[in-house]
């Protein structure tokens, strides 16, 4: 969107998310480096074509992400970006719109391989029936789906089950941040021929391993899925 648009009389609430957005997709992708100060106040209400009310929400906002910092006499600047509050749903967004789709998938799969084998072990011990029941659910969703499309929103469900079968708050709710991210592999992956024949078999086997309270047998079959999610995304790109 250009600042042009931002021309238009539009509702304050809506002038600041748009100036966040543009500020924030520029601080994440490098346009604003670290420690570098941001256009001042008076400089964004003339870019955007806003009051200083709106654009001061707007710092507010990014400052409650870690992206910024403001001080008296000093203005905005940009943080470090180890400082960053990355599982916030933005900026997780900027940085999958920032990022180069080969490097971004990588940084997730590292992720994945560290989270997932783990959880799908620690849910082999916790679950209880209902938790059972509910991967299950989501289990036949994946198998009834009939495009890669219906495909997703099961094999999200599938994931986020067996996060809140492990009954840690901390790793459901990281689990839950990372939906954005994982939608995204997902729709990579499921661009490969004959998606429910090389998928299902690998979720099925971590479905039987908690079913059986087999917490070894759940993280090996967790390995042997993100692997598969690999060579599907190797294979997509050659």
Same mark, same amino acid.
């Given at each position: 969107m250009s600042a042009a648009d931002y021309k238009n009389p539009v509702p304050s609430k809506s002038? /600041?998310? %748009?100036?966040?957005?543009? =500020?924030?997709?520029? &601080?994440? @992708?490098?346009?604003?480096?670290?420690n570098e100060k941001l256009p001042s106040s008076d400089e964004l209400c003339e870019e955007f074509q806003v009051s200083r009310p709106v654009s001061r929400e707007a710092i507010r906002v990014l400052n409650s992400k870690g992206l910024t910092y403001s001080r008296p006499k000093v203005g905005t600047v940009v943080r470090?970006?180890?400082?960053? /509050?990355? %599982?916030?749903?933005?900026? =997780?967004?900027?940085? &999958?719109? @920032?990022?180069p789709e080969n490097d971004f998938f990588k940084t997730l799969s590292t992720v994945r391989r560290v989270l997932e084998?783990?959880?799908?072990?620690?849910?082999?011990?916790?679950?209880t029936d209902d938790d059972i029941a509910q991967i299950k659910k989501a289990y036949d969703g994946m198998e009834r789906a009939t495009s890669a499309e219906e495909f997703?929103?099961?094999?999200?469900?599938?994931?986020?089950?067996?996060?809140?079968a492990t009954h840690n708050d901390l790793l459901a709710y990281m689990s839950k941040m990372l939906?954005?991210?994982?939608?995204?592999?997902?729709?990579?992956?499921?661009?490969?021929?004959?998606?429910?024949?090389?998928?299902?078999?690998?979720?099925?086997a971590i479905l039987t391993a908690i079913e059986n309270r087999d917490p070894l047998s759940a993280r090996l079959a967790s390995l042997v899925q993100l692997d598969d999610t690999n060579v599907a995304y190797t294979l997509i790109k050659k």
């Open positions: 002038q /600041h998310a %748009l100036i966040v957005q543009q =500020l924030g997709l520029k &601080i994440v @992708s490098g346009h604003f480096p670290e470090p970006k180890d400082e960053w /509050h990355m %599982l916030d749903p933005d900026v =997780l967004f900027w940085l &999958i719109e @920032s990022t084998p783990e959880m799908a072990y620690i849910a082999a011990s916790t679950a997703m929103q099961p094999d999200i469900e599938f994931h986020l089950a067996i996060a809140k939906v954005l991210p994982l939608q995204q592999s997902i729709q990579l992956t499921s661009l490969r021929p004959n998606l429910q024949t090389h998928s299902l078999p690998r979720h099925k």
